[in-house]
Protein backbone atom coordinates (compact mmCIF):
# COMPACT_ATOMS: atom_id res chain seq x y z
CA UNK A 1 0.00 0.00 0.00
CA UNK A 2 0.95 3.41 -0.11
CA UNK A 3 1.17 5.76 2.94
CA UNK A 4 2.41 9.36 4.06
CA UNK A 5 3.68 9.10 7.44
CA UNK A 6 2.03 11.69 10.00
CA UNK A 7 4.74 11.40 13.14
CA UNK A 8 6.79 9.09 14.27
CA UNK A 9 5.75 7.88 18.01
CA UNK A 10 7.05 6.60 20.87
CA UNK A 11 8.94 3.97 19.94
CA UNK A 12 10.75 5.50 16.96
CA UNK A 13 7.60 3.64 14.74
CA UNK A 14 6.19 6.30 11.83
CA UNK A 15 2.66 6.26 11.88
CA UNK A 16 0.48 6.49 8.78
CA UNK A 17 -3.17 5.95 7.61
CA UNK A 18 -4.74 3.59 5.31
CA UNK A 19 -7.66 4.84 3.16
CA UNK A 20 -9.83 3.21 5.28
CA UNK A 21 -8.28 5.53 8.27
CA UNK A 22 -6.67 1.97 9.82
CA UNK A 23 -3.44 2.91 11.47
CA UNK A 24 0.01 1.24 10.21
CA UNK A 25 3.43 1.45 11.99
CA UNK A 26 6.35 1.72 9.67
CA UNK A 27 10.03 1.74 11.36
CA UNK A 28 12.57 3.56 9.27
CA UNK A 29 10.41 6.59 7.86
CA UNK A 30 10.44 10.28 8.64
CA UNK A 31 6.98 12.23 8.95
CA UNK A 32 6.11 13.83 5.71
CA UNK A 33 7.60 10.91 3.36
CA UNK A 34 5.24 8.91 1.14
CA UNK A 35 6.29 5.16 0.88
CA UNK A 36 5.39 2.36 -0.28
CA UNK A 37 4.95 -0.43 2.49
CA UNK A 38 4.27 -4.21 3.11
CA UNK A 39 1.67 -5.36 5.66
CA UNK A 40 4.03 -7.41 7.86
CA UNK A 41 1.58 -8.38 10.72
CA UNK A 42 -1.94 -7.33 11.31
CA UNK A 43 -3.36 -6.33 14.69
CA UNK A 44 -7.28 -5.66 16.13
CA UNK A 45 -6.48 -1.88 16.25
CA UNK A 46 -3.17 -1.34 13.75
CA UNK A 47 -0.89 -2.68 11.18
CA UNK A 48 2.72 -3.51 11.41
CA UNK A 49 4.54 -2.83 7.73
CA UNK A 50 8.33 -2.70 6.55
CA UNK A 51 8.98 -0.01 3.76
CA UNK A 52 9.51 -1.33 0.47
CA UNK A 53 10.03 2.35 -1.64
CA UNK A 54 10.79 5.83 -1.08
CA UNK A 55 8.38 7.31 -3.16
CA UNK A 56 8.79 11.15 -1.73
CA UNK A 57 11.73 11.20 0.82
CA UNK A 58 12.27 14.07 3.79
CA UNK A 59 15.00 16.42 3.30
CA UNK A 60 16.25 15.52 6.73
CA UNK A 61 16.56 11.70 5.69
CA UNK A 62 20.03 10.75 4.87
CA UNK A 63 22.26 7.54 4.43
CA UNK A 64 22.57 5.69 7.86
CA UNK A 65 26.27 5.59 8.39
CA UNK A 66 26.38 2.48 10.23
CA UNK A 67 26.90 -0.64 8.02
CA UNK A 68 24.12 -2.90 10.34
CA UNK A 69 21.84 -0.29 10.13
CA UNK A 70 17.73 -1.83 9.91
CA UNK A 71 19.34 -5.38 11.05
CA UNK A 72 20.70 -4.65 14.29
CA UNK A 73 17.94 -3.37 16.92
CA UNK A 74 20.47 -1.25 18.28
CA UNK A 75 18.88 2.32 17.04
CA UNK A 76 16.19 3.26 15.26
CA UNK A 77 16.55 6.93 13.86
CA UNK A 78 19.67 6.69 12.44
CA UNK A 79 18.40 7.86 8.95
CA UNK A 80 17.52 11.19 10.31
CA UNK A 81 19.94 13.84 10.00
CA UNK A 82 20.95 14.95 13.84
CA UNK A 83 18.72 18.42 14.13
CA UNK A 84 15.56 16.13 12.76
CA UNK A 85 15.92 13.06 15.97
CA UNK A 86 16.01 15.99 18.19
CA UNK A 87 12.82 17.76 16.63
CA UNK A 88 11.01 14.25 16.32
CA UNK A 89 11.77 13.36 20.53
CA UNK A 90 10.34 16.63 21.24
CA UNK A 91 7.43 16.50 19.07
CA UNK A 92 6.66 12.99 21.32
CA UNK A 93 7.11 14.11 24.31
CA UNK A 94 5.00 17.78 23.63
CA UNK A 95 1.79 14.69 22.22
CA UNK A 96 2.67 12.62 24.77
CA UNK A 97 2.17 15.76 27.42
CA UNK A 98 -1.26 16.79 25.48
CA UNK A 99 -2.59 13.32 25.40
CA UNK A 100 -2.77 13.17 29.37
CA UNK A 101 -4.03 16.67 29.59
CA UNK A 102 -0.77 18.26 30.93
CA UNK A 103 -0.23 20.58 28.26
CA UNK A 104 -1.39 23.71 29.17
CA UNK A 105 0.55 23.28 32.41
CA UNK A 106 4.14 21.96 31.15
CA UNK A 107 4.60 22.82 27.60
CA UNK A 108 4.87 26.72 28.09
CA UNK A 109 7.90 25.36 30.55
CA UNK A 110 9.66 23.07 28.06
CA UNK A 111 12.60 24.43 27.01
CA UNK A 112 14.21 23.27 23.69
CA UNK A 113 15.91 19.61 23.50
CA UNK A 114 19.49 19.63 24.99
CA UNK A 115 21.56 18.11 22.09
CA UNK A 116 24.18 15.95 23.03
CA UNK A 117 28.03 16.85 22.38
CA UNK A 118 28.55 13.96 19.89
CA UNK A 119 25.92 11.99 17.90
CA UNK A 120 28.17 8.96 17.91
CA UNK A 121 30.82 7.48 19.66
CA UNK A 122 29.37 8.33 22.54
CA UNK A 123 28.73 5.15 24.78
CA UNK A 124 31.47 3.84 27.33
CA UNK A 125 29.48 0.78 28.32
CA UNK A 126 27.77 -1.74 25.53
CA UNK A 127 26.48 -5.29 26.26
CA UNK A 128 26.57 -7.87 23.25
CA UNK A 129 24.66 -10.78 23.12
CA UNK A 130 26.38 -14.03 22.16
CA UNK A 131 25.54 -17.02 20.43
CA UNK A 132 27.71 -20.13 19.40
CA UNK A 133 30.50 -17.76 19.55
CA UNK A 134 29.35 -15.50 17.87
CA UNK A 135 28.83 -11.50 19.49
CA UNK A 136 26.22 -8.80 18.30
CA UNK A 137 22.95 -7.35 19.27
CA UNK A 138 19.22 -9.05 18.83
CA UNK A 139 17.66 -7.48 15.51
CA UNK A 140 14.65 -5.11 16.20
CA UNK A 141 11.46 -7.08 18.18
CA UNK A 142 13.01 -10.60 17.67
CA UNK A 143 15.96 -13.01 19.56
CA UNK A 144 17.47 -13.10 16.34
CA UNK A 145 20.95 -12.09 16.58
CA UNK A 146 23.08 -10.03 14.10
CA UNK A 147 26.88 -10.28 14.51
CA UNK A 148 28.56 -7.05 14.46
CA UNK A 149 32.37 -6.06 14.17
CA UNK A 150 31.73 -2.50 15.36
CA UNK A 151 29.34 -0.07 17.30
CA UNK A 152 28.85 3.65 15.86
CA UNK A 153 27.55 4.58 19.23
CA UNK A 154 30.28 2.86 21.31
CA UNK A 155 33.11 4.96 22.08
CA UNK A 156 36.57 4.15 19.56
CA UNK A 157 38.79 2.53 22.41
CA UNK A 158 35.21 -0.30 23.28
CA UNK A 159 35.17 -0.87 19.11
CA UNK A 160 39.48 -1.29 19.21
CA UNK A 161 39.49 -3.83 22.16
CA UNK A 162 36.41 -5.54 20.43
CA UNK A 163 38.63 -5.56 16.90
CA UNK A 164 41.66 -7.02 19.04
CA UNK A 165 39.22 -9.57 21.31
CA UNK A 166 37.73 -11.30 18.32
CA UNK A 167 41.05 -11.97 16.80
CA UNK A 168 42.79 -13.27 19.94
CA UNK A 169 42.46 -17.20 20.45
CA UNK A 170 41.35 -16.89 24.40
CA UNK A 171 37.99 -14.83 23.23
CA UNK A 172 37.46 -18.23 20.96
CA UNK A 173 38.16 -20.24 23.83
CA UNK A 174 35.91 -18.84 25.82
CA UNK A 175 32.98 -17.78 23.28
CA UNK A 176 31.36 -21.12 23.31
CA UNK A 177 30.26 -20.64 27.03
CA UNK A 178 29.46 -16.71 26.76
CA UNK A 179 26.00 -15.57 27.22
CA UNK A 180 26.73 -12.03 26.82
CA UNK A 181 29.60 -9.94 27.18
CA UNK A 182 30.04 -6.32 28.81
CA UNK A 183 32.62 -3.89 27.77
CA UNK A 184 33.33 -0.97 30.00
CA UNK A 185 35.71 2.03 29.62
CA UNK A 186 37.46 3.67 32.24
CA UNK A 187 36.86 7.62 31.52
CA UNK A 188 39.85 8.06 33.71
CA UNK A 189 42.40 5.89 32.58
CA UNK A 190 41.17 5.01 29.10
CA UNK A 191 41.46 1.20 29.99
CA UNK A 192 38.52 -1.58 29.62
CA UNK A 193 37.00 -3.80 31.34
CA UNK A 194 34.88 -7.06 30.32
CA UNK A 195 32.39 -9.14 32.19
CA UNK A 196 31.80 -12.31 30.62
CA UNK A 197 28.23 -13.71 31.69
CA UNK A 198 29.29 -17.29 31.64
CA UNK A 199 26.95 -20.54 31.12
CA UNK A 200 28.74 -21.85 34.49
CA UNK A 201 32.14 -21.37 36.29
CA UNK A 202 34.80 -20.78 34.29
CA UNK A 203 37.14 -24.15 33.83
CA UNK A 204 41.37 -24.05 34.35
CA UNK A 205 41.60 -23.62 30.48
CA UNK A 206 38.97 -20.80 30.10
CA UNK A 207 41.10 -18.30 33.35
CA UNK A 208 44.35 -19.16 31.22
CA UNK A 209 42.67 -18.03 28.15
CA UNK A 210 41.25 -14.83 30.11
CA UNK A 211 44.63 -14.26 31.79
CA UNK A 212 46.40 -14.55 28.75
CA UNK A 213 43.82 -12.14 26.60
CA UNK A 214 44.94 -9.42 29.58
CA UNK A 215 48.43 -9.92 29.44
CA UNK A 216 48.21 -9.89 25.54
CA UNK A 217 45.97 -6.49 24.98
CA UNK A 218 46.98 -3.50 26.79
CA UNK A 219 44.22 -1.69 27.05
CA UNK A 220 42.43 -4.09 28.82
CA UNK A 221 42.10 -3.64 32.74
CA UNK A 222 40.74 -6.52 33.45
CA UNK A 223 38.21 -9.52 33.20
CA UNK A 224 35.18 -11.00 35.38
CA UNK A 225 33.14 -13.82 35.19
CA UNK A 226 29.34 -13.87 36.07
CA UNK A 227 28.54 -17.54 36.30
CA UNK A 228 24.79 -18.25 35.88
CA UNK A 229 23.86 -19.48 38.77
CA UNK A 230 27.08 -18.33 41.29
CA UNK A 231 28.39 -15.60 42.46
CA UNK A 232 30.51 -13.35 40.58
CA UNK A 233 34.20 -14.24 40.15
CA UNK A 234 36.97 -14.67 39.66
CA UNK A 235 38.06 -11.44 38.40
CA UNK A 236 41.41 -11.35 36.36
CA UNK A 237 44.08 -8.66 35.53
CA UNK A 238 47.60 -9.33 33.84
CA UNK A 239 48.95 -9.51 37.84
CA UNK A 240 46.51 -11.70 39.10
CA UNK A 241 47.55 -14.95 37.13
CA UNK A 242 45.24 -17.42 35.95
CA UNK A 243 43.44 -18.10 39.41
CA UNK A 244 42.36 -14.66 39.81
CA UNK A 245 41.65 -12.15 42.32
CA UNK A 246 38.66 -12.94 45.14
CA UNK A 247 37.38 -9.48 44.86
CA UNK A 248 37.07 -6.91 41.74
CA UNK A 249 39.25 -4.25 43.15
CA UNK A 250 41.22 -4.28 40.56
CA UNK A 251 38.79 -3.68 38.23
CA UNK A 252 37.31 -0.52 39.77
CA UNK A 253 36.37 2.40 37.00
CA UNK A 254 36.77 5.68 37.81
CA UNK A 255 34.93 8.97 36.08
CA UNK A 256 35.80 12.58 36.37
CA UNK A 257 33.10 15.03 36.90
CA UNK A 258 33.72 18.43 36.61
CA UNK A 259 31.93 21.26 38.89
CA UNK A 260 32.24 23.95 37.59
CA UNK A 261 30.63 26.72 40.34
CA UNK A 262 32.52 25.19 42.93
CA UNK A 263 36.14 25.09 40.62
CA UNK A 264 36.26 21.04 41.82
CA UNK A 265 36.67 18.17 39.75
CA UNK A 266 35.19 15.14 41.48
CA UNK A 267 36.87 11.65 40.74
CA UNK A 268 33.74 8.92 41.53
CA UNK A 269 34.61 5.57 41.40
CA UNK A 270 32.60 2.42 40.90
CA UNK A 271 32.11 -1.25 40.30
CA UNK A 272 32.49 -2.20 36.50
CA UNK A 273 28.43 -3.34 36.75
CA UNK A 274 26.91 -0.65 38.74
CA UNK A 275 25.01 1.91 37.55
CA UNK A 276 26.56 5.12 35.72
CA UNK A 277 25.48 7.06 32.94
CA UNK A 278 26.41 5.75 29.73
CA UNK A 279 27.23 9.36 27.79
CA UNK A 280 30.39 10.94 29.97
CA UNK A 281 29.73 14.10 28.12
CA UNK A 282 26.23 14.51 28.31
CA UNK A 283 26.16 13.78 31.89
CA UNK A 284 28.39 16.70 32.53
CA UNK A 285 25.59 18.77 30.69
CA UNK A 286 22.74 17.36 32.78
CA UNK A 287 24.30 18.07 35.93
CA UNK A 288 25.04 21.38 34.67
CA UNK A 289 21.39 21.94 33.65
CA UNK A 290 20.42 20.37 37.51
CA UNK A 291 22.50 23.49 39.33
CA UNK A 292 20.71 25.87 36.89
CA UNK A 293 17.58 24.48 37.45
CA UNK A 294 18.18 24.80 41.29
CA UNK A 295 20.27 27.86 41.41
CA UNK A 296 21.60 26.66 45.22
CA UNK A 297 22.26 28.83 47.54
CA UNK A 298 24.83 26.93 49.93
CA UNK A 299 22.26 25.99 52.70
CA UNK A 300 19.64 23.96 51.19
CA UNK A 301 19.13 20.23 52.46
CA UNK A 302 18.67 17.69 49.50
CA UNK A 303 17.43 14.76 49.54
CA UNK A 304 18.48 12.49 46.91
CA UNK A 305 16.43 9.35 46.87
CA UNK A 306 18.21 7.23 44.00
CA UNK A 307 21.40 8.36 44.55
CA UNK A 308 23.40 5.61 42.78
CA UNK A 309 27.37 5.96 43.46
CA UNK A 310 26.74 9.29 44.02
CA UNK A 311 26.69 10.86 40.64
CA UNK A 312 23.92 13.94 41.70
CA UNK A 313 24.80 13.67 45.33
CA UNK A 314 28.41 14.42 45.76
CA UNK A 315 28.38 17.25 43.02
CA UNK A 316 25.37 18.91 44.87
CA UNK A 317 27.28 18.37 48.53
CA UNK A 318 29.76 21.11 47.21
CA UNK A 319 27.25 24.00 46.53
CA UNK A 320 24.10 23.33 48.90
CA UNK A 321 24.15 23.00 52.57
CA UNK A 322 23.99 19.46 53.00
CA UNK A 323 22.62 15.98 50.59
CA UNK A 324 21.13 12.30 52.31
CA UNK A 325 21.63 10.24 49.39
CA UNK A 326 19.76 6.64 49.90
CA UNK A 327 19.37 3.89 47.10
CA UNK A 328 18.37 0.02 47.76
CA UNK A 329 21.82 -1.56 46.32
CA UNK A 330 24.22 -1.83 48.61
CA UNK A 331 27.57 -1.71 45.99
CA UNK A 332 25.64 2.13 45.38
CA UNK A 333 25.98 2.76 48.73
CA UNK A 334 29.52 1.33 49.65
CA UNK A 335 31.11 3.36 46.64
CA UNK A 336 28.90 6.37 47.54
CA UNK A 337 30.62 6.63 50.39
CA UNK A 338 33.98 5.68 49.36
CA UNK A 339 33.72 8.30 47.05
CA UNK A 340 32.57 10.72 49.62
CA UNK A 341 35.89 10.03 51.42
CA UNK A 342 37.99 9.98 48.57
CA UNK A 343 37.02 13.52 47.57
CA UNK A 344 37.13 15.01 51.54
CA UNK A 345 33.06 16.00 51.46
CA UNK A 346 31.83 15.72 54.79
CA UNK A 347 28.24 16.95 54.10
CA UNK A 348 27.01 14.43 52.01
CA UNK A 349 25.89 11.40 54.12
CA UNK A 350 24.10 7.85 52.44
CA UNK A 351 21.90 4.99 53.55
CA UNK A 352 20.68 1.81 51.86
CA UNK A 353 16.93 1.67 51.95
CA UNK A 354 13.73 1.79 49.28
CA UNK A 355 13.43 5.60 48.17
CA UNK A 356 10.13 5.88 49.90
CA UNK A 357 11.48 3.92 52.97
CA UNK A 358 14.79 6.43 52.86
CA UNK A 359 12.69 9.53 53.09
CA UNK A 360 10.14 8.35 56.03
CA UNK A 361 13.48 8.00 57.76
CA UNK A 362 14.60 11.65 57.26
CA UNK A 363 11.47 12.95 58.62
CA UNK A 364 11.57 10.89 61.56
CA UNK A 365 15.32 11.96 62.37
CA UNK A 366 13.82 15.41 61.57
CA UNK A 367 15.13 15.93 58.68
CA UNK A 368 12.84 18.19 56.12
CA UNK A 369 14.18 18.58 52.89
CA UNK A 370 13.90 21.69 50.45
CA UNK A 371 14.68 19.66 47.50
CA UNK A 372 14.03 15.79 46.44
CA UNK A 373 15.95 14.59 43.69
CA UNK A 374 14.49 11.38 41.53
CA UNK A 375 16.11 9.78 39.61
CA UNK A 376 14.35 6.65 39.30
CA UNK A 377 14.94 3.43 37.33
CA UNK A 378 12.14 3.12 34.04
CA UNK A 379 9.53 2.04 36.22
CA UNK A 380 9.89 5.25 38.08
CA UNK A 381 8.38 6.21 41.27
CA UNK A 382 4.66 5.58 41.26
CA UNK A 383 4.67 4.57 44.66
CA UNK A 384 6.81 7.40 46.16
CA UNK A 385 4.92 9.72 44.95
CA UNK A 386 1.40 8.44 45.73
CA UNK A 387 2.90 8.10 49.74
CA UNK A 388 4.51 11.92 49.57
CA UNK A 389 2.66 13.07 52.61
CA UNK A 390 2.93 17.00 54.44
CA UNK A 391 5.29 18.48 55.19
CA UNK A 392 5.99 18.44 51.51
CA UNK A 393 9.54 19.81 50.46
CA UNK A 394 9.66 23.20 48.42
CA UNK A 395 11.29 21.92 45.44
CA UNK A 396 11.29 18.29 43.27
CA UNK A 397 13.92 17.84 40.48
CA UNK A 398 12.96 14.36 39.04
CA UNK A 399 14.88 13.19 36.10
CA UNK A 400 13.27 10.37 33.88
CA UNK A 401 14.47 8.39 31.18
CA UNK A 402 11.28 7.20 30.25
CA UNK A 403 8.33 9.34 29.00
CA UNK A 404 5.52 7.56 29.72
CA UNK A 405 5.75 6.96 33.57
CA UNK A 406 7.53 10.40 33.78
CA UNK A 407 4.45 11.99 32.86
CA UNK A 408 2.67 9.63 34.70
CA UNK A 409 4.37 10.42 37.90
CA UNK A 410 4.17 14.38 36.64
CA UNK A 411 0.35 14.13 37.12
CA UNK A 412 0.69 12.47 40.36
CA UNK A 413 3.21 15.64 41.86
CA UNK A 414 0.65 18.39 39.90
CA UNK A 415 -2.14 16.74 41.88
CA UNK A 416 -0.34 17.86 44.99
CA UNK A 417 -0.12 21.30 44.48
CA UNK A 418 3.25 21.28 42.93
CA UNK A 419 3.33 23.22 39.45
CA UNK A 420 6.41 23.03 36.70
CA UNK A 421 9.12 25.75 36.98
CA UNK A 422 11.05 24.07 33.68
CA UNK A 423 11.13 20.83 31.50
CA UNK A 424 13.95 19.78 29.04
CA UNK A 425 14.65 16.98 27.09
CA UNK A 426 18.56 16.22 27.58
CA UNK A 427 19.42 14.22 24.91
CA UNK A 428 21.64 11.11 26.20
CA UNK A 429 21.01 8.33 23.69
CA UNK A 430 21.18 9.85 20.16
CA UNK A 431 20.32 7.65 17.19
CA UNK A 432 17.82 5.68 19.50
CA UNK A 433 14.05 6.44 20.52
CA UNK A 434 14.64 6.67 24.10
CA UNK A 435 14.27 10.62 25.73
CA UNK A 436 15.83 11.31 28.75
CA UNK A 437 14.14 14.84 30.56
CA UNK A 438 14.22 16.80 33.62
CA UNK A 439 11.69 18.67 35.40
CA UNK A 440 11.79 20.92 38.53
CA UNK A 441 8.34 21.33 40.39
CA UNK A 442 7.76 24.20 42.98
CA UNK A 443 5.23 23.97 45.71
CA UNK A 444 2.34 26.37 44.58
CA UNK A 445 1.39 29.05 47.33
CA UNK A 446 -1.95 27.70 49.52
Same mark, same amino acid.
Given at each position: ????? #?????? %???????????????????? %???????????????????? =???????????????? *??????????????????????????????????????????? /???????????????????? #??????? *?? +???? =????????????????????????????? &???? &???????????????? !??????????????????????????????????????????????? +? %?????? %?????????????????? $?????????? *???? $??? &? $????????????????????????? @????? +???? /??? !? @?????????????????????????? $????????????????? !???????????????? @?????????? #??????? !??????????????????????????????????????????????????
Amino acid at each position: MLLTI #EKIIAG %GLGLGRREDGCTVLVPGVLP %GEEVRVRVRRRHRRFLEAEL =QEHLRPAPARRQPPCP *FYGRCGGCDLQHALYPAQLAIKQQILEELLQRVGLAAQVLPRL /AAPLAAPAEFNYRQRIRLQV #EQGRAGF *FQ +SGSR =QLQPISTCLLARPEINALWQEMQQHKGWR &QLAG &QVKALEINLDPVSGRL !VVMLRHGRRPRPAERRAAWQLCRDLPALQGLAFLPAGHAAGPFIDQR +S %GPEGRP %GPEALQLTMSLPVVPAAV $NLELGFEPWG *FSQV $NEE &Q $NRQLLALLFEFLQPTGREIVADLHC @GMGNF +SLPL /ALL !V @GEVHGVDLQAAAIRWARRNAEANRIN $NCYFSRAEAGQGLAALQ !VGGIRPDVLLLDPPRT @GCKELVAALA #EPLPPRI !VMISCDPATMVRDLSGLLALNYQVAAMRLVDMFPQTHHIETITMLTKSQP
